[in-house]
């Protein structure tokens, strides 16, 4: 694959904004406290809630769904500018959403912000699948969906629904191999980040998911 001008600019910015961090902009601004230093430590969707409650969460999700959302889309129409790309290449606006989108995932699990200590990126990967293609997001979340609902696992249902994005990608061929290439490598980077997760699902020591906020 060969690296254009447009690589370089839309894995810098997705990179960037995706490192952008709802939870912890938000834990900080409603309750001047970091998400980090509470609960599991994740400063992602879920822990927020456990620690926090429903107060601060629609905010903390503008934040994630914002941040994931601009960067792929600008990703998509970089790479649909030939002066970028050269006009012998055959790179499509699918293909920079996907490229941008693994490193807006990327951005948000290490991002240099917050000197690297980022969350799971699950809410990242599922606003991704809804600016790829309807029938990618009605997979992974169905997926996704079907895993929470059976096993109240939150970790469990990222880590099998996170999947169902390459498997879409090849099921309705939308894109070719370096399309599926990223997005194998985008739901490889979830997984990884639950290491910690697979091991409690194997001790079964992981929490399942309540409705209710612990300690209500």
């Known amino acids: 694959m060969l690296i254009t001008f ?21 834990s900080k601004y409603l309750y001047r406290r970091d998400i980090r230093e509470h609960g599991s430590g994740n400063p992602g969707l879920t822990n927020f809630y456990r620690v926090f409650g429903k107060r601060g969460v629609l905010l903390m999700m503008v934040i994630d769904v ?7 889309l600008i990703g998509g129409w970089l790479f649909s500018i030939p002066a970028l ?11 920079g959403r996907i490229y941008s989108g693994f ?23 599922g606003v991704l699948l809804f600016s ?3 029938r990618v997001s009605i997979i992974g979340w ?15 249902a990222a880590i099998i629904g996170v999947w169902g ?29 639950h290491s910690g997760n697979i091991q409690r699902l194997i001790k079964r020591s992981e929490p399942k ?4 906020k612990k300690g209500e």
Request: hydrophobic share 60%.
């Open 103 to 125: 490193f807006v995932m990327l951005g948000h699990c290490f991002p240099v912000l917050y000197k690297f200590r980022g969350g799971k990126a699950v809410l990242a990967a």
């Open 132 to 134: 790829i293609d309807w």
């Open 142 to 156: 169905g997926m996704f969906l079907l895993v929470l609902l059976t096993t109240r696992y939150v970790s469990l």
């Open 66 to 72: 914002a941040k994931t959302l601009a960067p792929v």
């Open 165 to 193: 994005y390459p498997i879409a990608l090849a099921i309705f061929k939308i894109g070719g191999a370096p399309e599926l290439a990223l997005a194998s490598m985008s739901a490889l980077l979830l997984v990884i980040r």
């Open 6 to 26: 447009a690589h370089l600019i839309a894995a810098l910015q997705a990179y960037i904004i995706g490192g952008v961090n709802g939870a912890i902009i938000t």
């Open 85 to 95: 790309t050269g006009t012998a290449l055959s790179y499509t606006a699918i293909f």
């Open 209 to 212: 998911f309540s409705i209710k």
